[in-house]
Structures are given as C-alpha cells and as structure tokens.
C-alpha cells in the first residue's frame, strides 16, 4: 500500500484553513481599531464643541447658564471623554497574534528537521492554530472595548442634546 502524497493528505486542508482564522481576526480586529479610532475623533470633537460652548457663554455680557443646563453638560464632558478612552483602548499594541518565536526554535532539532514534511506541517498547524486562538480572545476583547465606547458616546451626545434643549426651554 502506497503512502498518499502530502498534497493529499488532509493537513494542508486544516493548515489553509488555520490560516484564513489567522487573517480573518486580523481584519476584524484592524476594522476594530479604525472604528476605535473613528470614536476616538467624533468624541474629541464634540468635546471641542463643548468647550466652545463654554468659552462663548463665560464671554458673553449678561449670558448666565441656567442652572438645568449644567449638569448634562458635565456628563456630557465626562462620557465623551470616557468614550476618547475606550476607543484609544481599542488601538492597543497587539502582542498576541504573533507567532512564539520560542516555539519554532526545537523545530530545527534533528528528529524535526530530518523528519517527514508531515510532521512539521502539523506542528505548523498546531502554532498556527495558537495564534488563532489568541487573536481571537483579542479581538473579542476589542470589540467590547469598542461597543462601550459607541454606547458611553450616545449617553455624552443625549446628555448634550438635553443640554441644548434645556438652554432652549429656559428662554
């Protein structure tokens, strides 16, 4: 009975698809930080808008903030600057989705350098497949990041908008 070619064996089939996970998360993740970092922009804008806001009423004659428009201000300020957090947190250095480079050193060994290219695809595989799994929990761990800062970003923009409504309703 004859051995199948290595191209027929089933490891390169799990080895490619290994790798496909391996590119996968690595695209979810940088879309992950894009969006991080798109936060991180629209809530140091509105910060902006808000000191704005601030200097103009501190400089204007007989302008007095009432009292109701000051506190979601605050809160405003507060969550939109949580929110700039949270998202730079998701543009944090990424030290998981590497291979260990400790583990390729035995692979020059001997018994694995002389044996059969079956054997060392499989050990490939199980590194690769590591790493898959570590950036995977990673990009897990971005994504929460990320959903907290979209929602702490509505709350400072809600408390914004009843801000502006409350300087309306007070004439």
Do not use: H
């Amino acid at each position: 009975m004859s051995t199948p070619n290595p191209p027929d064996l089933a490891g390169s089939v799990i080895a490619g698809l290994i790798a496909k996970e391996i590119d996968s998360t690595r695209a979810d993740a940088s879309s992950l930080q894009a969006r991080g970092l798109a936060v991180i922009s629209s809530a140091g804008t509105l910060v902006t808008l808000l000191f704005g806001l601030s200097a103009l009423s501190t400089q204007a004659k007989n302008f007095v903030l009432p009292a109701t428009v000051k506190p979601p201000l605050f809160a405003a300020a507060g969550l939109l600057v949580i929110a700039a957090i949270l998202g730079i947190a998701t543009n944090a250095p990424r030290i998981t989705d590497k291979v260990n480079l400790n583990k390729l050193g035995p692979l020059l060994e001997d018994q694995w350098y002389s044996s059969p290219a079956v054997a060392a695809q499989q050990e490939v595989a199980r590194t690769q497949l590591a790493v898959a799994q570590r950036s995977r929990v990673l990009t897990v761990t971005l994504a929460r990041f990320l959903l907290a800062s979209i929602i702490v970003e509505i709350v400072g923009v809600a408390c914004v908008v009843w801000a502006v409504v409350a300087l309306i309703v007070s004439g």
